[in-house]
């Protein structure tokens, strides 16, 4: 009964929002008190390809956008387990050829950078149209006058709140620094291989060959990119979202299935000890306007009594919305495969569906 209002659920939505396709992954463990326990649901609705009506399955592959960050934050969280670092580590102690103009940068810790408190502008120019491969892009993008020249907002350690991708970047850095392999090796090494996460990867150009043409990425079985153009028709984005240089804020690309096992390892606290969660799940800072909060890494907001943790997708030609609620063992994903999908608004809908009741 649930699986068909949840189908009758995505097809309207499909269809009212005018989305290319639209693919969603639900679990509710069975000791949940949810009405719905046990629920394992996985639907995909509409086109992987939207130009050559090519169907979208749960099989398919997303661009995750910033979900990409969840991933930072639990590296890091594993690398503060093992003592090679800690919160309170200041970026330029693993990082020493980080050079910013305001001194305020010499005080930037790790829990700045996981919580987007330490007074960081923003990524301008994520460069999908002329995107760099080798290992050696995080630091050029680190050492570029983007970020050498930028102008802190505030110092570290005053708890405001500014999401930075660009934080993100250093992070990113400080996981290749202290492991001796790239950012994108750790995560394949540490995460994605141990939980069987086999349809994770981080290296998108890998997928197509060396190739970001979406032709070679659509082979691969990878939803295409879409966004509207002026006439509201919808066709394609003309460059993959891709480029090395931001790997750590941006280029996680997976499926619903993997999404599952990523929920649950953390609904049962399994892969990291129960004090990072406690560290991870604390509310850090007020993020300005939305009423949520901001964790390590995880953003933190309640509906209908309920805490969730989690975290949003934005970019050219996808949204994606990921949060998980400890207290129902539940976790939702909603990816869309079309810039400006309103996907966090679906996902609240979900959550309402399967818990109005309780």
């Not at 939702?332 to 996907?343: E, Q």
Request: glycine content about 8%; some cysteine; charged content about 25%.
């Amino acid at each position: 009964m649930i699986n068909s209002k949840l189908d009758k659920l995505l097809e309207e939505t499909l269809f009212y929002l005018d989305l290319p396709g639209l693919a969603v992954g639900i679990s509710i463990g069975e000791t949940s008190k949810n009405n719905y326990k046990g629920l394992n649901y996985k639907s995909a609705v509409g086109y992987k390809d939207y130009i050559t009506k090519e169907k979208l399955k749960p099989e398919h592959i997303f661009h995750m956008a910033s979900v990409t960050k969840l991933f930072v934050g639990t590296a890091i969280m594993q690398l503060i387990e093992a003592g090679k670092i800690s919160l309170e580590t200041k970026a330029i102690e693993v990082l020493p050829w980080l050079i910013i103009e305001d001194p305020r940068h010499l005080e930037i810790r790790v829990k700045d950078l996981l919580c987007h408190t330490a007074g960081l502008g923003d990524v301008q120019d994520y460069g999908w149209d002329k995107p760099e491969f080798d290992a050696g892009a995080l630091r050029r993008y680190i050492e570029s006058e983007e970020v050498s020249k930028t102008r802190m907002l505030w110092a570290p350690g005053t708890g405001k709140f500014q999401y930075s991708n660009t934080g993100y970047e250093m992070l990113g850095a400080i996981i290749s620094q202290v492991s001796g392999m790239s950012f994108e090796e750790y995560v394949m090494k540490n995460i994605f291989a141990p939980l069987g996460m086999n349809d994770s990867g981080l290296l998108t150009f890998e997928r197509g060959n060396g190739s970001l043409k979406l032709e070679d990425l659509a082979k691969a079985g990878m939803a295409m990119p879409h966004k509207k153009d002026q006439s509201k028709h919808i066709i394609h984005e003309p460059f993959y979202p891709y480029n090395r240089a931001h790997g750590p804020s941006s280029t996680l690309t997976t499926n619903i299935g993997d999404m599952e096992i990523w929920a649950k390892v953390h609904l049962n606290k399994t892969f990291l000890n129960s004090e990072s969660y406690e560290k991870m799940w604390h509310r850090e800072a007020a993020v300005p306007n939305n009423g949520e909060y901001i964790g390590l890494g995880w953003f933190i907001r309640e509906q209908n009594g309920y805490t969730l943790y989690g975290h949003e997708g934005n970019d050219d030609g996808f949204r994606t919305t990921f949060w998980i609620c400890p207290a129902l063992d539940m976790h939702i994903v909603v990816a869309a495969n079309i810039t400006k999908a309103p996907v966090k608004k679906i996902n609240k809908s979900l959550f309402d569906l399967l818990t109005k009741n309780l």
